[in-house]
Each structure stands twice: as structure tokens, then as C-alpha cells.
């Protein structure tokens, strides 16, 4: 009898695996539709099982030809400098690029600064692009994937800056996560806060303004995940190796992006801490705040240039590091 009940536990829980796959192809979310709670027996392994197989599902739905697309249309807008006049453009942009993967809670959190640029003081105002997934258990909590959209061109503020790498490739990851996070109907424990920022460029002014507001108003960040340049890859080893830049007390959330690379990408992480205070992680960490911030292996000499293009990226590799935001996120809120 016991082995009977033993075959016939495993041959449900091998059908629960088919049915599992089938509805995440679709799109199905069977924990929020209350399906997995008539299988309060296999309870403890189908959660393993079907926390696994939706992780693979979403992560294998980041798609390519999108994250290609986006940084296409972001190298077209010509320059992305925080100065120019097509900032708001831009934001709007972007904001439509989260109302059509589904979110109905997109706003554009402007903020006034006074830009000191080359002697002279420019008084503008800035716009972070935020969108939020609403949590179903704690909703005081927050995870928040982010990168900054603008550009810059080191020779003149006025030249081209298409910043294909710096950072169109972070933003398509904010994006594609996002959409991919709509397509499964994924519905997080926390709340998850998509934002892209406004002049990383320049002293990291979006980043800054939106972390400290974040500790005034005692917001409880669970933690911040940065993509900035995620896209070089010179070498197109086999083995791919991208940059985990380690904030102090990041060590339960590096474990689990080293899981997230060994069952979901053929990526290898590399901890470092090399580039800690050059992009919008650091005012989250500044504020106290857990932060991880993902970068390519080999670093982009082409950045803040005419030649900081698409056709020198490698998009495969820029999908493949997506996925650890997407797997990250999923980890910890599913």
C-alpha cells in the first residue's frame, strides 16, 4: 500500500508538473486563481515545483527582438541628455511603454533642480518614470528594479548621445521585466516598483531625489536592483560572466542571484565592488537601503560617445542578464 500511495503521489505530482507548464505558457497564474489549495497533500513539493516551473516560464518569455527593439527606439531619439528639449518627450515615452504592457498606475514624478553646466546655472525639471505591481500580502513593503534613461556625450552636451549601452540596456530591462511580469499575471507578495531615472548622468539626480524622498516618507524598501551597461560583450565566450556590484550586507540576495544564474542562464556572476558609487544604486545605499547593481563583465570604452550604438552590443547577453532581475524579483515575491 505504501508504495501504491508513493506511485500514485508521484504520478500526480507529474501531471501537476504538465498542467504547471502548460497554464504558464498561457499565462495562468494558478496560486492567485486559488487552484494549488485543493492539493493541500502534495502541498510542500508542488510549491517548490510550481514556484520553479513559473520562474522558468516567465524568465524564458523575455524575449529578444523586444529588448533589441527598445534600445532601437531609445538609440533613435538622437541624444537623451537630461538637458535637452526632448526629456519630457522621452518620460512620456516611456510611460506609454508601461501603460501598454498593462499598468494603469504609470506617473511621471517630476522634480525641479538647478544644474550648474560649465559655469553656467540651468534651472529644469526632471522626470523618473514610475510604474508599480501591487502586492497581495505586504503592502508597507517594496522591491524596486530601476535604471536611468539619459544619455550623454562627453565631447559636447549638444552632439548625438545615442547611449545604446549607457543605459538603453538597463531601461529594456525595467521594461521587459515588467511586460513579462503582466503577460503571467504574476501577483508578488510585495510591491514591486518599476522606475526609470532622469540625469544619472549628471550627479545622479532622479536616483537621488526619488531614494531620499523614499527614507523621508520611511518608505520600507526591501531592496533596490540596478541595470547600468548590460550589453558589451566582446569576447561572446560560452561562458558569460557579468558583474554583481556588491552593496554591505547584500550577502543573502548575492546567493540567491548565483542560484538564479546556475538554474536559469548560462551566465557565471562575478562579485565585485569596483563600481559601487557610479549609478543609481548608491543614493539607495547612501539612504540605508539594500541595493544590488548589475553591469557587464568587460567595460564599454564606447560609452559617452558617437559609438555607444546597437551595432555593438550583444543582445543575447543583455537578455540573459535580464533574467536575473526577472529571477531575483520572483524569488523573493512569489
Given at each position: 500500500m505504501i508504495i501504491i500511495f508513493v506511485s500514485m503521489k508521484r504520478i500526480s505530482i507529474v501531471f501537476f508538473i504538465i498542467f504547471l507548464l502548460i497554464s504558464s505558457c498561457f499565462g495562468i497564474n494558478c496560486r492567485s486563481n486559488g487552484f494549488l489549495d485543493s492539493f493541500d497533500g502534495i502541498s510542500e513539493e508542488t510549491d517548490y515545483i510550481f514556484k520553479d516551473s513559473l520562474i522558468n516560464a516567465v524568465l524564458q518569455s523575455i524575449s529578444t527582438d523586444t529588448v533589441q527593439q527598445i534600445i532601437i527606439d531609445m538609440e533613435n531619439f538622437k541624444t537623451r541628455f537630461a538637458l535637452a528639449e526632448n526629456r519630457r518627450d522621452i518620460a512620456v515615452w516611456l510611460k506609454n511603454r508601461f501603460i501598454n504592457a498593462g499598468y494603469d498606475n504609470v506617473v511621471l514624478d517630476s522634480f525641479y533642480v538647478e544644474i550648474e553646466r560649465h559655469t553656467v546655472v540651468l534651472k529644469t525639471w526632471q522626470y523618473n518614470v514610475v510604474a508599480r505591481l501591487e502586492g497581495k500580502t505586504d503592502t508597507d513593503k517594496k522591491y524596486i528594479l530601476g535604471a536611468h534613461y539619459d544619455s550623454i556625450n562627453y565631447?559636447?552636451?549638444?552632439?548625438?548621445?545615442?547611449?545604446?549601452?549607457?543605459?538603453?540596456?538597463?531601461?529594456?530591462?525595467?521594461?521587459?521585466?515588467?511586460?513579462?511580469?503582466?503577460?503571467?499575471?504574476?501577483?508578488?507578495?510585495?510591491?514591486?516598483?518599476?522606475?526609470?531615472?532622469?540625469?544619472?548622468?549628471?550627479?545622479?539626480?532622479?536616483s537621488t531625489y526619488y531614494a531620499e524622498k523614499l527614507s523621508e516618507q520611511n518608505v520600507n524598501v526591501a531592496l533596490m536592483i540596478n541595470n547600468d551597461m548590460i550589453a558589451y560583450n566582446p569576447d561572446n565566450k560560452k561562458q558569460w560572466k557579468f558583474n554583481v556590484q556588491k552593496y554591505p550586507g547584500t550577502e543573502r540576495f548575492i546567493e540567491i542571484i548565483e542560484n538564479i544564474a546556475h538554474n536559469y542562464t548560462v551566465l557565471k556572476p562575478v562579485t565585485t565592488t569596483g563600481f559601487l558609487n557610479h549609478s543609481d544604486s548608491y543614493p539607495f545605499h547612501l539612504q540605508g537601503y539594500k541595493a544590488v547593481f548589475f553591469n557587464e563583465y568587460t567595460f564599454n570604452n564606447n560609452i559617452h560617445t558617437f559609438f555607444d550604438i546597437i551595432?555593438?552590443?550583444?543582445?543575447?547577453?543583455?537578455?540573459?542578464?535580464?533574467?536575473?532581475?526577472?529571477?531575483?524579483?520572483?524569488?523573493?515575491?512569489?
Open positions: 565631447m559636447n552636451d549638444d552632439f548625438d548621445a545615442p547611449g545604446a549601452d549607457d543605459n538603453a540596456s538597463g531601461i529594456a530591462a525595467v521594461l521587459e521585466v515588467a511586460r513579462v511580469f503582466k503577460q503571467h499575471q504574476i501577483s508578488p507578495k510585495y510591491n514591486i516598483t518599476f522606475v526609470c531615472f532622469a540625469a544619472e548622468e549628471i550627479d545622479k539626480m532622479g551595432d555593438n552590443l550583444d543582445i543575447d547577453y543583455c537578455t540573459e542578464i535580464i533574467k536575473i532581475s526577472g529571477g531575483l524579483l520572483l524569488e523573493e515575491n512569489l
